[in-house]
């Protein structure tokens, strides 16, 4: 059954009118405002033929420029791609061709990252501005199953997916994410995160599905942010570790105000120096699990477990379900296994992708690709990615449990673990590391550090130091580009 639901800004725009929907930089609009906007830009993107189910990519650094857009193209029925403006001209130019967009509207700024743009009807936000307006049919009714939104996965295991994001997606998202972090109608969440990601853009949908103020920054600054946090400016913020390890190095003796409730984290695997270093200053910290394909959090630890279960992504949200499938087989707790994920807010499904989508989906099932495991009391835990995984010897080694140790070391900025090569263990553990600046450390010491931590399969064989990790656009580190570092016949490159 296709349900359908009043548009959220028209009806947010009618229920609360003169609330804060969105400031920046001094410059602050109503929802009532933002729905004029978003009414005027739907005629406008009217007037250049976009109509119901086009997909329309948008190149956008965060605004609220950025914000009209979107609901606009939700107005009239488009499919909102959101590309990561971080991207080379060259994989901006795949995802485009890969989804079929048929339109991109682009940052003035970033008009020259497109080469080629013959295939597709490239619109500048300043141009789009001044076009003329045009009556258009709008939807006064979301259909729940119906396409908002595609967003390309960060491609950290392969070629990046376009995930079909759909307004029951949204919807489940918002709906479950409030139901365990409450609503107050004070709430402001400050976006420093990308609207392009799902960590940023779900931040959108939830405040016209809520009511609530959004505090938009463009790119992220750990002072700027410490003030506005400070300042009692926002309540909620959404953050990913190292965004999080800058901020509390910045903040040094100050805190925040107790109405600042909760700082979401999420995006990666969690430095556990660092929530300690959270718990002790007082930072209400929610860690959370999710990806692109169940449209942000599906997992996430209330601050009430940060000591009992500190590294724990949490229990999942009220409409979800996890459990851990090992070989076909539902593990017992404790056990590794893959994490299979259930609920409203789980993608129907891969764009163009219908054999990626039959291999992650089965009976309603999504299968992350992540491994993890549940403790007795439901408390899941991530290990690692599965396609990282290192068997050695046949034990299974995480990366990730290694690259944390090395983290912990304070000579150390940056750390990656991959598996090379060993006749003896089939394949054994080897490390890249980034020191902090005006650090030094030899490759034995770390070794050293690693033995008192790890068990002796665990410790890195070889340690290589470099000056930069190979990572993606979303900046996370691509395990499958350190292979390739690996010196050969002892070479270091
Ligand atoms: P691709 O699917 O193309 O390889 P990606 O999985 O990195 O890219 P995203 O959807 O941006 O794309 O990231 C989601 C992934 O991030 C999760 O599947 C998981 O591996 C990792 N992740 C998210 N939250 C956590 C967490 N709390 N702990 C560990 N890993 C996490
Ligand atoms: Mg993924």
Same mark, same amino acid.
């Given at each position: 059954?296709?349900?359908?639901?009043?548009?959220?800004?028209?009806?947010?725009?009618?229920?609360?009118?003169?609330?804060i929907a969105?400031?920046?930089?001094?410059?602050?609009?109503?929802?009532?405002?933002?729905?004029?906007?978003?009414?005027?830009?739907?005629?406008?993107?009217?007037?250049?033929?976009?109509?119901?189910?086009? +997909?329309? *990519? =948008?190149?956008?650094?965060?605004? !609220?420029?950025?914000?009209?857009? +979107?609901? *606009? =193209?939700?107005?009239?029925?488009? !499919?909102?791609?959101?590309?990561n403006t971080r991207l080379t001209s060259r994989e901006l130019a795949w995802q485009l061709q890969d989804s079929q967009a048929k339109y991109l509207l682009v940052d003035d700024e970033m008009v020259e990252r497109i080469n080629d743009f013959s295939y597709i009807r490239m619109v500048k936000i300043s141009e789009l501005f001044f076009l003329p307006e045009q009556e258009c049919r709008l939807q006064h009714e979301y259909h729940l199953d119906d396409t908002a939104t595609i967003m390309y996965t960060s491609g950290t295991t392969g070629k990046p997916k376009g995930v079909l994001q759909t307004y029951g997606n949204h919807w489940w998202s918002a709906v479950g994410s409030a139901l365990n972090l409450g609503l107050r109608e004070t709430d402001c969440w400050l976006a420093a995160v990308p609207f392009f990601h799902i960590s940023g853009l779900s931040i959108l949908m939830r405040s016209v599905i809520y009511g609530m103020s959004v505090y938009i920054m463009n790119g992220f600054d750990a002072k700027q942010a410490n003030d506005i946090l400070i300042q009692g400016k926002a309540t909620i913020m959404s953050v990913v570790s190292t965004m999080l390890q800058q901020m509390l190095s910045e903040l040094g003796e100050r805190t925040y105000p107790d109405t600042?409730?909760?700082?979401?984290?999420?995006?990666?695997?969690?430095?556990?120096?660092?929530l300690e270093a959270c718990r002790n200053k007082g930072i209400p910290v929610y860690q959370t699990y999710g990806m692109t394909e169940t449209a942000s959090q599906i997992v996430t630890l209330a601050p009430e477990y940060s000591f009992t279960k500190l590294g724990s992504a949490g229990k999942p949200l009220f409409p979800a379900q996890i459990r851990i499938e090992n070989n076909g087989q539902i593990a017992r707790p404790n056990e590794p296994g893959e994490i299979v994920v259930k609920g409203p807010n789980i993608t129907k499904g891969y764009l163009n992708r219908p054999d990626a989508t039959k291999q992650a989906i089965k009976d309603g099932w999504f299968y992350t690709g992540d491994i993890g495991y549940v403790d007795e009391e439901g408390f899941l835990y991530v290990l690692d990615r599965r396609s990282d995984l290192i068997i050695s010897g046949g034990e299974n080694i995480y990366p990730a449990e290694i690259e944390?140790?090395?983290?912990?070391?304070?000579?150390?900025?940056?750390?990656?673990?991959?598996?090379?090569?060993?006749?003896?263990?089939?394949?054994?553990?080897?490390?890249?590391v980034k020191l902090q600046e005006g650090c030094a450390v030899t490759a034995e010491e770390l070794i050293d550090f690693c033995k008192e931590k790890l068990a002796k399969y665990?410790?890195?064989?070889?340690?290589?130091?470099?000056?930069?990790?190979?990572?993606?656009?979303?900046?996370?580190?691509l395990r499958r580009k350190l292979a390739e570092l690996i010196p050969k016949n002892g070479e270091t490159k």
């Open positions: 059954m296709n349900i359908s639901m009043p548009n959220w800004l028209m009806q947010r725009a009618f229920l609360t009118p003169d609330r969105v400031q920046y930089d001094g410059e602050k609009k109503t929802f009532s405002e933002l729905h004029n906007a978003a009414l005027k830009r739907a005629r406008q993107l009217a007037g250049l033929g976009i109509s119901k189910g086009d +997909i329309v *990519a =948008l190149l956008m650094k965060n605004s !609220i420029d950025m914000i009209e857009v +979107i609901h *606009a =193209l939700h107005y009239i029925g488009a !499919i909102v791609l959101l590309q600042f409730r909760c700082m979401l984290l999420g995006g990666g695997p969690a430095p556990k120096p660092l944390a140790v090395l983290l912990s070391h304070k000579a150390v900025a940056e750390a990656g673990v991959t598996g090379m090569a060993d006749e003896k263990w089939g394949q054994v553990p080897c490390a890249f665990k410790v890195p064989k070889q340690i290589y130091f470099v000056e930069e990790l190979p990572r993606n656009a979303a900046k996370k580190l």
